[in-house]
């Protein structure tokens, strides 16, 4: 980079989240130091505590919109972010915390909360783009460090990231991996799954849980029939589609489908 050029100001961003996929940024270690030389990090509270200034040329945001006071707060990042990037599960679908989406939230508030009427919360859990413009969805539960790492380079280099979209199956055969839910008659989502995490469950003879959310061309009605011939009932299917990612609309719909 030419010594006397400013360097792209890159933020990153919380919202509804546990900060693990701000930890994977952080997990990049060595390639830090790299990082640090092409952006200059403006604001960034997991590890500085520099103030919001300006505009940013790059925004990562980690979390779901859970109150009226986030949705405020992501039209302001926005406003001001070049690109935004969206990281993980529950800024790219909701996460966790969007099972309160198949309830009533008041009955969540008043069996946790002595005063429930002092909580100020949405009665959803939304992903960022529900409310506003995205340039590109990182997925996973946490994302994947040289996922993050090759969209921030793409970003910089001012070419479309190159992520793989297809399913976990094929991630596990690449690997050698027995399949689980073949060989094993375990439940298993990684037909249905992008790739990304390694196939860690299945490496460990565990099935896949979903965390990087519906593939492309996913078909989890196909897949509950036949989970639905290993034993597996409505649910169990139910419970099997309502985790990390259980409002992508692939997912929700097929929980619901064994919801009625």
Known sequence: MDPGRRKPRLAVWKFASCDGC????????PDLLALAAALDVAFFPEVSDRPIRGRYE??????SISTPEDAERIRAVRRR???????????TAGGIQALRNFAAIREFTAAVYAQPAYI????????????VAVDFELRGCPVNPRQLQE???????????????????????????????VAGGQACLGPVTQAGCGAICPAYRRGCYGCFGPQQSANPVSLSGTLTALGLNR???????????????V????????AQ
Do not use: M, W
């Open 81 to 91: 972010s070049r690109h935004l990037v969206t990281l993980g599960a529950c800024a």
């Open 151 to 181: 969209v921030l380079s793409a970003l910089l280099a001012g070419r479309p990231p190159v992520v793989p979209r297809h399913s976990l199956c094929s991630e596990c055969k690449s690997l050698g991996h027995t399949c689980v839910l």
């Open 22 to 29: 701000q930890l994977s940024l952080l997990e990049c270690e």
């Open 58 to 63: 790059l925004s990562l945001v980690e979390g």
């Open 251 to 258: 997912f929700r719909a097929e929980s619901e489908r064994h």
């Open 120 to 131: 100020g919360t949405l009665g959803t859990s939304t992903p960022i783009a529900t409310h």
């Open 235 to 249: 649910q169990d299917l139910l419970r099997l589609y309502r985790t990390f990612n259980a409002a992508a609309p």
